[in-house]
């Protein structure tokens, strides 16, 4: 990796996955900056836009969103000479963006990533499931290769983010005194950890905050002796309250509070499709739910899908699998 960086100043995209999260933006961002310390032209690419309450990062706004400019982007890949995968494991993770990034094949790839189950396709992998987020990831990456005198403060803020974000606050797995150490240097350059955390959780709107609690009041439902849940938003109820994108964020994690609930589930409707969500607790892997049952993936404890059948319909399925998943043991 060293060599392939330190010839001549190339000029590089650093692309993240649908519906970016704090830590698709945030290690795209600070992945591009320690590539800009060596001299290399370097652009952030997401298929779709980030949810709202992160537009105060430092440089969000550089990042190029196909959707909104899909000519910008496809000339950027076209005159690209590396291509940098960040946090996702397959091409399909990119949606809208798949058959541009598939169809141009000049580009060197580099997969940075912490998903199970990497495709194949990249010169160099970097494929690690035992790291709490790609943000760290990429920090360890920047140790390694650079050091981190490099790290500034808008580095350390884009990377706080998603280390805090991918570890529901520094409460899920993975959590190790490396990470730790890195927060430290990350407070070390500068960043308020207070204000951050305000800045991505306390920021919704009150729709927002008035969808959530008829989300969990109206719809959140308990099946399998209450040890599972799930919950589900059609269009006209998220219009209602004025949803705008990542609004949803989190609502999945709070049947997870009930002492007995080991899975959870969102089901958000889409104009063509029903997204699903999973999060679980324990030996419970909705990694592999995921995969069986919704055409997915992700990690053992939080993962995702897709539904192409109506709302009752997918709802009927989850339940028909979560009574065989639990037959076989998986709850
Ligand atoms: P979220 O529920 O926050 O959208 O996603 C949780 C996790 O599941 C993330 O790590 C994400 O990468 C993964 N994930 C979400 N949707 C999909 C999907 O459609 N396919 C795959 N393979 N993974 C997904
Ligand atoms: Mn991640």
Redesign the pocket.
């Given at each position: 990796m060293r060599a392939m960086l330190t010839t001549t100043p190339q000029r590089i995209v650093v692309v993240s996955?649908t519906?970016p999260?704090g830590d698709a933006v945030g290690s795209s961002l600070a992945w591009a900056a320690a590539l800009r310390t060596l001299g290399h032209e370097v652009h952030c690419l997401v298929p779709n836009r980030y949810p709202y309450f992160l537009n105060w990062m430092p440089q969000i706004k550089e990042v190029v969103i196909f959707k909104d400019q899909p000519e910008e982007a496809k000339q950027l890949l076209a005159e690209a000479d590396l291509l940098f995968c960040l946090d996702?494991?397959?091409l399909?993770?990119l949606e809208i963006l798949s058959d541009t990034i598939a169809a141009n094949t000049h580009m060197r790839r580099v997969l940075i990533d912490h998903?199970l189950s990497p495709a194949e396709g990249y010169e160099i992998v970097f494929s690690h499931p035992d790291s709490s987020s790609t943000c760290f990831l990429v920090y360890s990456l920047i140790e390694a290769l650079f050091g981190t005198e490099i790290i500034s403060k808008q580095m350390a803020e884009q990377l706080y983010v998603g280390m805090m974000t991918d570890t529901g606050n520094f409460a899920f797995s993975f959590l190790t005194p490396e990470l730790f150490r890195a927060v430290a240097v990350l407070i070390e350059r500068g960043i308020t950890v207070p204000e951050i955390h305000n800045r991505v959780y306390n920021s919704y709107t009150a729709g927002r905050a008035r969808l959530f609690g008829y989300t969990i009041n109206r719809k959140m439902e308990l099946i399998h002796g209450g040890r599972v849940a799930y919950m589900s938003l059609t269009e006209p109820e998220m219009r209602r309250f004025g949803f705008q994108q990542g609004d949803s964020e989190g609502f999945?994690n709070y049947p997870l509070t009930i002492k007995k609930v080991k899975m959870s589930v969102m089901f958000l409707q889409h104009t063509h499709f029903i997204?699903v969500?999973?999060r679980s607790r324990g030996n419970v892997d909705v990694n592999l739910f995921?995969r069986k049952y919704f055409?997915?993936?992700?990690?053992k404890n939080?993962?995702?899908?897709?539904s192409f059948v109506s709302m009752e319909e997918t709802i009927a399925h989850y339940i028909r699998s979560v009574e065989e998943f639990a037959a076989e043991g998986g709850i």
């Open positions: 996955h519906n999260d996702f494991n397959d399909s993770r998903h999945v997204r969500s999973l995921a055409n997915g993936g992700g990690h939080a993962a995702g899908g897709k």
